[in-house]
């Protein structure tokens, strides 16, 4: 089963800007419905962004505009750009991937792929 590690997190300004990173311990390209969602303590996960085997990308309203997921497969590694901040942004964030099945598209928001996740990395936005 791949692994996923996140990084990136931090304090920040509104109006600020984070780079989000997950690292998978195998090639995720094309094999992967991946996801990055975020949760505060105590409420619902929420999907953000979503990427599919073919690289569509896909964005929850509230962050729509002002973050950009990617993937680096050379390196493994699956981006959360997130620009212009706001302290409602403020939470854990978490990778997460499903295996792509034949025939069985990746979830779109606000599902998300929940099979594997990484241990979260925490992100607060300071007004």
């Known amino acids: 089963q791949v692994h996923l590690v996140e990084s990136g997190g931090g304090a920040v300004q509104a109006g600020g800007s984070l780079r989000l990173s997950c690292t998978f311990s195998e090639s995720p390209y094309s094999r992967y419905c991946m996801a990055w969602f975020r949760q505060v303590s105590g409420q619902e996960r929420e999907g953000v962004a979503t990427l599919d085997g073919d690289g569509t990308a896909r964005y929850s309203d509230s962050v729509e505009g002002r973050f950009t997921i990617s993937r680096d497969d050379d390196k493994n590694i699956l981006y959360l750009q997130m620009n212009d901040l706001k302290p409602e942004d403020t939470a854990m964030y978490y990778c997460?991937?499903?295996?792509?099945?034949?025939?069985?598209?990746?979830?779109?928001?606000?599902?998300?792929?929940?099979?594997?996740r990484g241990q979260g990395t925490q992100v607060t936005v300071q007004s």
């Open positions: 997460s991937a499903d295996p792509i099945l034949t025939s069985i598209p990746c979830p779109r928001l606000p599902r998300f792929p929940t099979r594997v």
